[in-house]
């Protein structure tokens, strides 16, 4: 058996499926080859029959990833599959990820479809996607809760029919570590033609043990973890990339594989997925939480600083924590700025592109004296998103007042279409309530705020704050962000860059439960 576990990340299909993370097509870009630099071997860049903005997205992502095999996922349906090769035609190395429900509730309540007739669609699925890629995967959904013998009938078939990865996923987090890791082993042994295909796991974390499952998989012979950056995903989320990789490479002596992830590249992926996606990672996460590598006790510092040994299980640099990341300043100059950007992986198409990255770069670097590399994420996230179509309505100016014992007011100026509309002085409980309130007595969204939180994107009273702010309204959630070196102008441009994301009228299918 190879001992190479081959890391296969979702944050750009099952990631985008958390409540509010969707992504636009350059972020998706811009995570892909973040992705590429981290050395994953899949990328699986969206689900392409979704809507014609997923299916771009992949094939954007399919254009520009040379290193990584680019896959779409797909129903176990022709459309589907047609959608995902086309999107991928321009792939260097592609994928079609194909999947259908096997478990008993799936099959009876969700799908109406007889144990046969879910071979069948299976066995045809695979075939047609054959057609466009020699590397086609096949997923049994809800395994987790499917009985065994029908998923060795299932998977026999699927192989024969040319599948050449099993995923096995446990879609709602139900399984425990070591009945699922002997799951992977009887059905390797059991499946007459298994030493064709190599077997993956897709893990859940409604438990909290997504990770814990997928790693017990491993050790019963599966040879590929699905997982996503900071374990984004579905409800609870997927298994962490990060802590599968950590694992397996911090305890080489436990796990008798290795990945090929340039484990140096963890924490700036982190904050950038994090920071697109207005998902913050929370400071004790292991690997990319801030104090995963902090030590508050006497005790446990004079340890580390006599020998790391000590109490460090792995180092900070491994993972990127320490890489030099102060880039820039007030003086840089445009060729400093552009070679930055080329090693972050940006290109830009045009030089008008260039200028106004840089324009807003000395912005910045007039209020801030050290310009580091998440700063310069923010502002492609903020430029695509002011670039973007959706970009209804617009910040033009606030002001805002406070003083102890009064009563804190701001005044916001919109341009929404094409005219300019300037609300009245609004009251609030601080100055961010008051200007939140300003902007929305001009959108009147309607919508309820569910979430609204700041981080400092890097360190000092100088850093910007990123704002996320999340607006619910008739069950569509989004995520809005925005940053700045004051946090209620950061906030305002989160609550506005929410709003136009409501006002878009996007239409995608859910793979899973194809509810649009
Ligand atoms: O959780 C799941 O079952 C999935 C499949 C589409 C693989 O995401
Ligand atoms: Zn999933």
Redesign the pocket.
């Known amino acids: 058996m190879s001992d190479k576990l081959i890391i296969f990340d979702t944050t750009l299909r099952?990631g985008e499926q958390s409540p509010g993370a969707s992504m636009t097509r350059e972020e998706k870009v811009r995570i892909a080859k973040a992705l590429e630099r981290l050395r994953v071997d899949v990328i699986e860049a969206g689900f392409p029959a979704a809507s014609q903005g997923d299916f771009e997205a992949v094939q954007a992502v399919a254009r520009v990833i040379k290193e990584s095999t680019v896959c779409g996922?797909a129903r176990a349906l022709d459309n589907d599959i047609d959608r995902a090769g086309a999107a991928l035609k321009d792939a260097r190395a592609s994928r079609i990820h194909t999947?259908i429900a096997t478990s008993p509730i799936h099959m009876e309540r969700k799908l109406h479809l007889s144990p046969d007739q879910v071979v069948e669609y299976a066995v045809r699925a695979v075939q047609r996607a054959r057609q466009y890629t020699d590397d086609v995967e096949f997923?049994p959904?809800?395994a987790g809760r499917s009985e065994e013998d029908f998923l060795c009938r299932i998977l026999e078939a699927v192989i024969s029919a040319g599948a050449r990865t099993l995923?096995i996923?446990d879609?709602v987090g139900y399984a425990m570590p070591e009945p699922f890791g002997r799951l992977i082993g009887r059905l390797r042994q059991r499946i007459p033609n298994s030493d064709q295909a190599i077997f993956s796991v897709?893990c859940?974390n409604d438990l909290g043990l997504a990770v814990a499952n997928s790693l017990a998989a491993v050790m019963h012979g599966a040879r590929q973890v699905e997982c996503t950056i900071n374990g984004l995903g579905?409800r609870a989320g997927n298994a962490a990339l990060e802590e599968i990789v950590m694992a397996v490479k911090t305890r080489k002596d436990y796990f008798s594989c290795h990945t090929a992830i340039e484990t140096r590249e963890i924490v700036a992926c982190s904050k950038l997925v994090s920071g697109i996606t207005g998902f913050p990672v929370q400071p004790n996460k292991a690997i990319v939480g801030a104090n995963a590598f902090a030590h508050e006790s006497g005790i446990h510092q004079d340890g580390v600083l006599k020998s790391r040994e000590t109490y460090e299980i792995m180092s900070a640099e491994e993972v990127g924590w320490s890489a030099n990341r102060m880039v820039l300043g007030k003086h840089s100059g445009r060729n400093a700025f552009r070679s930055r950007m080329t090693e972050l992986g940006v290109e830009f198409s045009t030089e008008q592109e260039l200028n106004d990255i840089f324009f807003r770069f000395k912005q910045l670097a007039d209020k801030k004296h050290e310009i580091f590399d998440e700063d310069l994420q923010s502002l492609l996230t903020e430029a695509a998103a002011e670039a973007s179509e959706e970009e209804f309505v617009k910040l033009v100016a606030l002001e805002f007042c406070s003083a102890m014992g009064e009563n804190p007011k701001a005044c916001v100026t919109l341009k929404i279409g094409q005219e300019e509309h300037q609300a009245d002085f609004s009251t609030g409980a601080g100055v961010v309530d008051a200007s939140l309130k300003a902007i929305e007595s001009l959108v009147d969204t309607g919508a309820s705020l569910t979430l609204y939180s700041v981080s400092n994107i890097t360190g000092g009273t100088d850093a910007q704050g990123e704002v996320t702010v999340r607006l619910e309204k008739g069950g569509r959630i989004v995520n809005g962000q925005g940053a700045d070196t004051d946090i209620v102008i950061a906030s305002a441009k989160a609550y506005i860059n929410a709003v136009n994301k409501l006002l878009a009228k996007l239409i995608r299918t859910h793979?899973?439960t194809g509810e649009v």
């Open positions: 099952d996922l999947f997923s959904e809800d995923n996923p879609t897709h859940h579905e793979p899973q």
